[in-house]
């Protein structure tokens, strides 16, 4: 009797422990709750005005826009930006496919004496910069599986890889981010 009552416990139990969801590595802020990545770095002998002018110039070489890049008062600039991700989709019967989606982002730059800090939230999968083609924010796409009954390890999968393909492409925009601000502006000498 004790045991018929235990094995659909300890089944119960297992399935309940199997049925985790997926390990997302982008830092998720408790307060805002947003998935965002944010740093205060520290310049050496930089100004707030030099600051702003590399990452302004930085800004408008990652993005190509000119128009998107919001000004506050010459000490916080704001953008909105396109990192593309790729990773693998697996269809089912040993079929994967390699798919790319858009991923929008947004990215604040503050500057005080000697230092900026950078925060980079509001990730939205397969939208586009102008806004008419709405996408879905990240803190939704991972969320996924929890609708899912069968297949649901699948789209864990699925959810795992892309996070981790869009973590590689916001770690190659931070370096790039910070050797673009810390860069002093080079004269024109013609």
């Known amino acids: 009797m004790r045991i018929a009552f ?5 089944f119960a139990c297992a399935l309940a422990a199997a049925q985790k969801g997926p ?4 830092p998720y802020d408790a307060e805002s709750q947003l998935y965002t990545y944010t740093e205060v770095v520290e ?9 702003f002018r590399n990452a302004k110039s930085w800004l408008i070489d990652a993005t190509g826009d ?3 890049v919001e000004v506050v008062a010459d000490t916080k600039l704001v953008d909105r930006g396109v990192v593309p991700v790729t990773f693998t989709f697996d269809a089912g019967m040993g079929v994967k496919t390699p798919f790319t989606w858009n991923t929008v ?3 604040t730059l503050e500057f005080k004496e000697g230092r900026y800090r950078y925060v980079i939230n509001k990730f ?3 939208g586009d910069l102008a806004g008419s083609v709405p996408g879905m ?3 939704t796409y991972v969320k996924q599986h929890e609708s899912m009954g069968i297949g649901k390890k699948r789209v864990i999968e699925q959810e795992e890889d892309f996070c981790a393909a869009l973590e590689l492409g916001m770690k190659k925009l931070v370096e790039s981010m910070k050797a673009g601000v810390k860069a002093p502006k080079k004269a024109t000498d013609w």
Do not use: K, R
């Open 6 to 10: 235990f094995l659909p416990f300890a």
């Open 137 to 139: 924010p990240l803190e």
């Open 66 to 68: 000119t128009t998107s």
């Open 105 to 107: 982002y947004t990215i």
């Open 23 to 26: 390990e997302i590595t982008i």
């Open 43 to 51: 310049v050496a002998e930089q100004t707030p005005a030099a600051l």
């Open 124 to 126: 939205n999968i397969g």
